[in-house]
């Protein structure tokens, strides 16, 4: 399968490629040219199927260039069972009322970016080898929380390698900064950005887009790529896990094959319900994509107010960081595909939003778009409501996150009278935000100290993961902080 940048579709390139560079020239973002069939025997076979094997399949139906063998073998690797907690990769939990909350954060670093960041080293280095690529690979990373951990902990000593993580120094949890400061790893650096996450990332792609430091890069032996979402191997990783979460779901009793089920995710950059989008063009039955959004609501404006993407608007820093972003990269690929593949209309909007900071989607595209998803928003107070009632009526304890999105779907109900079941992504584990899920039960904990993840086990009764209780032996390794403006000088700490 061949992939073409959303801004150029002359531009083509294999799967390995599409990898290995990270970004399109010119900022395009890589998209496979089709989606791939499943088929309804194809979801029998997957029916018996592990984690491990659900992905290699559906893996291998976009990774043409490489074979099966391979990426058997990756999957066994990035999602072993001591990495994961167990075999059970990715569970799904049913609440009441036809919930299904699918864990995404039993991997190493508690949170959904595990999912796709302990495969990606694999099918990045496999990509560098196939290109025939033997320079150094320095990964940039942007981050609102969690991303930059799971890269870290994915990337960590992988040969051929090196990787910069970069954060909002006022933008990411206690624990999270916690996470990234004391990664451990000789080909590691991580660095606090003087504001917001959309700061970051858009440095970030400044120096992918900059041919000076393009050239510099590559007299010193190196080249970019990314371990974001904007790279095609970081995001269909996470096509699996709702395909596996379907299968989980019939196998379990809980949906009989063909039945539809909806899908909410709390949204940031857009693409991990990007991911389910996919799923469902590929054949997978599902109904309604809910997009749910903490105050920084710019996506909810956009699927219920017209078409218009707005990032001129006030940024709120909130109690889930991971969702504190304005400008959602992987919207672009959404426009590429519900445009039918029009580059020129996606260039000519993503300019717009470079130049203006918002953009407006014609008419026909709105009502495509319409018949996919709906979107909702909520603040912190109802996030907090939302995980104190949870916990009471079900005795299931949300994150932060994951709140915001069980409280868009219970108004997406209200309003709609949709009940179909639904699947909600739950995207972190709640101790990786001690402090405003402790304060949502009524409790305070001490969120300067690694005594912030035992005082919310004896709250609750839930015991906190290990990975972030082994914290407490791990001593802070980076504290630089910069002005967006300096982050090319933070390159040398790469040569």
């Not at 890589?30 to 199927?49: I, N, R, S």
């Not at 990035?78 to 049913?94: H, I, L, N, Q």
Request: hydrophobic share 40%; aromatic share 8%; net charge negative.
């Amino acid at each position: 399968m061949d992939y073409v940048s959303s801004r150029d579709k002359k531009l083509r390139v294999s799967a390995a490629q599409a990898i290995a560079a990270g970004i399109a020239p010119g900022g395009g973002l890589f998209c496979p040219t089709e989606f791939p069939a499943l088929t309804a025997d194809e979801m029998q076979v997957l029916l018996g199927k592990d984690y491990k094997g659900r992905a290699a399949h559906i893996l291998g139906k976009f990774l043409t260039d490489f074979t099966a063998e391979e990426l058997s073998d990756f999957a066994a690797k990035a999602y072993a069972d001591e990495k994961f907690g167990g075999a059970d990769t990715a569970p799904v939990k049913s609440l009441s009322d036809g919930v299904h909350m699918l864990e995404l954060w039993h991997g190493p670093t508690c949170a959904f970016k595990d999912m796709a960041l302990q495969m990606l080293p694999h099918l990045l280095t496999a990509s560098l080898r196939k290109t025939g690529e033997t320079r150094t690979c320095c990964i940039l990373v942007a981050t609102s929380g969690d991303t930059g951990k799971a890269a870290l902990e994915g990337f960590a000593n992988v040969r051929g390698t090196k990787i910069m993580v970069y954060y909002p120094v006022d933008g990411v949890s206690p624990m999270q900064k916690l996470q990234m400061v004391t990664q451990q790893g000789d080909n590691v650096e991580v660095v606090a950005i003087q504001g917001n996450f959309d700061d970051a990332q858009s440095a970030v792609k400044r120096i992918f887009t900059d041919d000076a430091t393009a050239k510099r890069m590559a007299d010193a032996g190196c080249i970019f790529s990314s371990a974001n979402s904007i790279n095609w191997g970081r995001l269909a990783p996470q096509i699996v896990y709702y395909v596996s979460a379907y299968c989980d779901l019939v196998n379990a009793g809980a949906l009989k094959m063909g039945d539809k089920m909806n899908v909410c995710v709390p949204t940031g950059n857009f693409g991990n319900i990007l991911a389910a989008y996919i799923a469902k063009q590929m054949g997978l039955p599902v109904g309604k994509l809910v997009c749910a959004s903490n105050q920084n609501n710019v996506l909810t404006d956009f699927f219920r107010q017209g078409g218009v993407y707005d990032r001129n608007r006030p940024f709120y820093t909130t109690d889930s960081p991971s969702m504190d972003i304005l400008i959602s990269s992987n919207l672009e690929r959404l426009l590429f595909y519900v445009s039918g593949q029009n580059d020129a209309l996606v260039a000519k909007m993503m300019a717009e939003l470079n130049e203006t900071g918002r953009y407006e989607v014609p008419a026909e595209l709105r009502a495509r778009i319409a018949e996919d998803f709906d979107a909702g928003c909520c603040d912190d107070a109802e996030t907090a409501d939302t995980i104190r009632r949870t916990f009471e009526r079900e005795g299931y304890l949300l994150d932060t996150h994951t709140a915001v999105a069980v409280k868009v779907y219970e108004d997406y109900r209200a309003r709609t009278g949709d009940m179909t079941p639904v699947v909600i992504a739950s995207t972190a584990s709640p101790f990786k935000f001690c402090g405003p899920v402790a304060a949502a039960l009524g409790k305070t904990v001490d969120t300067a100290s690694v005594s912030q993840l035992s005082e919310l086990s004896a709250l609750t009764g839930v015991a906190a993961p290990a990975p972030l209780a082994a914290l407490a032996d791990k001593t802070p390794r980076f504290d630089r902080v910069v002005d967006k403006a300096d982050i090319l000088s933070t390159l040398d700490l790469l040569l």
